[in-house]
Structures are given as C-alpha cells and as structure tokens.
C-alpha cells in the first residue's frame, strides 16, 4: 500500500516511513478546486490506512501552499444538495486530516489563503516558511470558514484574534503567526522541507500505537467540539454558497 496516484496530489513515501503528501497544482498556485479536494481527502485516508506509513508531511508543490477557492473554475451550486455535497468533501479532508492516526507536519510555503489556511492549522506541527502569509477572505465573500477553524482557531489564538482574523480578513506574515501561536516553527524558505522531514522523522520513529492515542486524546481534549464546529460551519457554507451575491464577489476577488 506504500504508492498511491491522484490527478492533483503527488504521494510518496521515504525509507523513513514518512509519507510527502504535495498539493499538486502549482500553476495555479494549488487553489481548491473539486478535485483537489477530493484528492486531498482520499491522500490522507490512504496515508492513514498504510501500515508503512507512521508520519506525514503536507506541503505545497511551486510558489504557494494552498491559495484557496479556485475562482477561475468556481460554480455556483444551484440546488441545496449540490451546496451540501461540495461542502461536506471539503469537511471530509479536514477529518482526514485532523481525526487521521498519523501525525501530521506542516511544511507551509507561500500563501494559504481561505481553506489553505484551514489545512495548514488542521496540521498537528505547522512549520511556515519565513515568506509564507495567510488571511481568510471567507466572510468579505459572502461565505464561511469550514476546517473546523470555528473551534480550532479561538481555542488556539483567543477568541478576541479569532474575531479579528475571520470577520476583518486581516494578512499575516509568519512571524505574525508564529506570535499569535498558529505556526509552531518558522525556518527559511530554503530549509522548510528538510525542517518539516526532520521532525516527522522523529515523529515517525516512535510506537505508532501511543503516537496515534496521543494526536485523538489531545485533539479531543483540547478543543470543545470539533465534530459540533463542522456541523455548524457546514450549514453556515451551504447558506453562503447558495447566495447569489456570493458568486458576484468571487468574481471580483
């Protein structure tokens, strides 16, 4: 079970046991489009299957992590079902990535922007390049954070920053989130990649049992309710979606 294809991801595994997960759309500056996110959920459900897999590492192919929404290929859903369904595999990534036994390393290069953002703090070790910015255009679009943000980002920043970040869409440096206690390390660009191996490593040379027992219990007993954040974000996305006027500022965005 050690390779695995997808059209938008790239999956390989090192001698270490630790598994690159790479979005693979740089020309596009690795926005969200279906099948990025579809990839993305499958990526780390196959990650999380594989007995040879005991870490991974999540990064972003080219010159940004993840830029969002794909606005070049943005349809408007026209049912409440179409809404629903798209929705629902963004926030099946998120489980995968968040609920998956396998730790999981950031290696955030870039911009992360909207649901870019959302992956990189869904990563249990977010290590951003020195570069590297991030904000949350979602309310000034009409839409809504999904990622489960909701619970994870006051939980991590305070609720007062939290407010700050999702309503006004404020961009930050890495040194800013690195401050604020988002990113856990900054490194220079060059040696984002070789920081993120080197932890995953080590990561990866523990019991898996324990390792695996520790991500859920932390998880679980840090933040209130994650599994209540997504079901409330999916509803508040869905509304935002079936807007017209939504359609209309991506556009402009």
């Known amino acids: 079970m050690s390779d695995f294809q997808y059209e938008t991801i790239l999956s390989e595994l090192r001698e270490t046991a630790v598994r690159v997960i790479t979005l693979n759309r740089p020309d596009s500056l690795n926005a969200m489009n279906r099948q990025l996110i579809d990839d993305v959920a499958r990526a780390f459900d196959?990650?999380?299957?594989?007995p040879?897999?005991?870490?991974?590492?999540?990064?972003?192919?080219?010159?940004a992590f993840c830029a969002g929404d794909d606005r070049k290929v943005h349809v408007h859903p026209?049912?409440?079902?179409?809404?629903?369904?798209?929705?629902v595999a963004i926030q099946r990534a998120t489980r995968?990535?968040?609920?998956?036994?396998?730790?999981?390393?950031?290696?955030?290069?870039?911009?992360?922007?909207?649901?870019?953002?959302?992956?990189?703090?869904?990563?249990?070790?977010?290590?951003?390049?020195?570069?590297?910015?991030?904000?949350?255009?979602?309310v000034s679009l009409n839409l809504f954070v999904t990622g489960a943000v909701t619970s994870l980002l006051p939980a991590l920043v305070g609720l007062n920053k939290a407010r700050e970040m999702l309503l006004l869409g404020e961009r930050y440096g890495a040194a800013d989130l690195k401050e604020m206690g988002l990113a856990w390390k900054i490194v220079p660009d060059a040696e984002l990649l070789g920081a993120a191996l080197e932890v995953a490593n080590k990561l990866s040379a523990l019991p898996p049992l324990s390792v695996r027992a520790m991500k859920r219990v932390l998880?679980?007993?840090?933040?209130?309710?994650?599994?209540?954040?997504?079901?409330?974000?999916t509803e508040a996305t869905v509304a935002g979606f079936l807007d017209p006027r939504t359609t209309e500022l991506l556009k402009q965005f």
Not at 52 to 63: C, L, N, S, Y
Not at 78 to 87: C, F, K, N, P, T
Not at 98 to 113: D, S, Y
């Open 96 to 138: 995968a990535i968040v609920f998956g036994g396998k730790p999981v390393v950031g290696a955030i290069n870039g911009w992360a922007v909207g649901g870019g953002f959302e992956w990189a703090i869904n990563c249990d070790f977010p290590i951003w390049g020195e570069s590297a910015k991030a904000f949350f255009p979602e």
């Open 46 to 50: 196959d990650a999380n299957a594989d």
């Open 52 to 63: 040879a897999t005991r870490a991974i590492v999540f990064t972003g192919k080219g010159r």
């Open 219 to 233: 998880n679980e007993a840090a933040v209130s309710d994650l599994e209540r954040a997504l079901r409330l974000e």
């Open 78 to 87: 026209e049912s409440e079902e179409e809404a629903r369904e798209l929705v």
